[in-house]
């Protein structure tokens, strides 16, 4: 398990925080075509992951329509001074304001030659906010371990499609959650496609999950004060 902490300085109040994790060579040539814009075809030759790992990262700190149903065309996705950024066209910008939403943040967590993650964090309009923020990552064991979950956490994981995804999903939800506020105890709840959420922890924290076949990921966020 890897686990990492930093804190930075948000532009208002946290509205949602999103982590997508995708593999290397997952996104098809096809895919990004139907997909991407023009420019980012170009601008990501060569790792196609990034611009659709930023889209669900985005989707998920933002909420509203899902991956079928969200305008990808126009989440278009730019490097800016070296910075992975959103350029939301003018149905993507309806879709942050009909969520109070007023800007996507985005990060590029980690590259390497079998994956890419990309962090979103999405604000509302307000005074600017300090959050903590902590980040793990978990290999897929090809054995179910003996994980320290609950019930209702294990029956969730149960009920996805890929359950020991799920499970190191839930373990790295638990590792970043200690490291940031010190806490152990809290657990997962994650009715099936909604925005999980830590539950049992004396502050607000924000949680997402992501998973591919080999490794998951869990972003925890909180504010200070
Ligand atoms: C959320 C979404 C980005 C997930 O993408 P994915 O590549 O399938 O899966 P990822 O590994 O990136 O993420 C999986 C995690 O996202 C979380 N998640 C699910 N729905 C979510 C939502 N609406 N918002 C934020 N997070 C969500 C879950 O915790 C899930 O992990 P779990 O199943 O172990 O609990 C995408 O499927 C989507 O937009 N879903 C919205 C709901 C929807 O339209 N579903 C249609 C299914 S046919």
Do not use: N
């Amino acid at each position: 398990m890897t686990t990492a902490v930093t804190e930075l300085l948000l532009d208002g109040p946290l509205h949602g925080v999103g982590v997508d994790v995708v593999s290397r060579g997952r996104v098809s040539a096809r895919l990004a075509r139907a997909k991407f814009s023009e420019a980012e075809l170009e601008r990501f030759r060569g790792r196609r992951e990034l611009p659709f790992a930023a889209r669900e990262a985005v989707l998920k700190a933002v909420g509203g329509p899902g991956i079928l149903r969200a305008p990808l065309r126009e989440m278009v996705v730019a490097w800016d001074r070296g910075a992975l950024t959103l350029r939301p066209g003018e149905a993507y910008r309806q879709v942050m304001q009909r969520e109070g939403v007023t800007a996507a943040r985005l990060a590029v967590l980690a590259i390497s030659p079998a994956h890419v993650v990309v962090t979103s964090l999405a604000t509302r309009a307000g005074p600017p906010v300090r959050a903590r923020l902590a980040y793990a990552t978990r290999g897929i064991p090809v054995a179910d371990a003996d994980d320290d979950l609950d019930e209702r956490e294990r029956a969730e994981c149960e009920s996805r499609p890929d359950p020991r995804a799920s499970i190191a999903a839930r373990v790295a939800a638990h590792a970043a959650c200690l490291a940031l506020t010190g806490d152990a105890s809290a657990r997962v709840h994650a009715p099936r496609d909604q925005r999980p959420a830590l539950v049992g922890t004396p502050e607000r924290v924000w949680l997402s999950l992501a998973h591919e076949r080999d490794l998951a990921v869990a972003l925890v966020a909180t504010l200070l004060p």
